[in-house]
Each structure stands twice: as C-alpha cells, then as structure tokens.
C-alpha cells in the first residue's frame, strides 16, 4: 500500500498564492520530501530526499539564501 501524501503549505502563506506546498509525512517511509506549486495541485511534483529538504530549510531560517 502507498501512503498518500499529506500536503500543506506555511502559516505565512497568505501572499495571494505564491505558494509551494510540501508533503513532510513521507519522509520517514520513503526518505523523500514531494514539493509542488500550490497553484498547479495537479502539476509536476519534485521529490527531494529528506536530508536535502532539511538542509534546505535550515539555510533559509538562518536566511542563508538569497535574503534580501
């Protein structure tokens, strides 16, 4: 069985829908995090692998990349 991903998008999300949403819950079964574009839910999903999705998000809370 595959387990569905649980997608949402941040808190701070409320820019009118500039959005990517993430699927976090597949991270412990498939060591991948799937990332898509909040306005196309049915488009191309980018499946990064949990420890590049954690280094991600590492570097923009220490606003390592590209802040302005």
Do not use: H, I
Not at 10 to 38: I, K, M, Q, W
């Amino acid at each position: 069985m595959t387990e569905t991903p649980n997608w949402f998008k941040s808190s701070y999300s409320s820019n009118g829908g500039a959005c990517v949403e993430v699927a976090t819950n597949l991270a412990a079964t498939s060591g991948a995090v799937p990332v898509r574009d909040s306005k196309s839910r049915s488009g191309a999903v980018l499946n990064l692998s949990a420890g590049s999705f954690s280094a991600f998000v590492a570097g923009v809370k220490a606003m390592q990349l590209g802040g302005a």
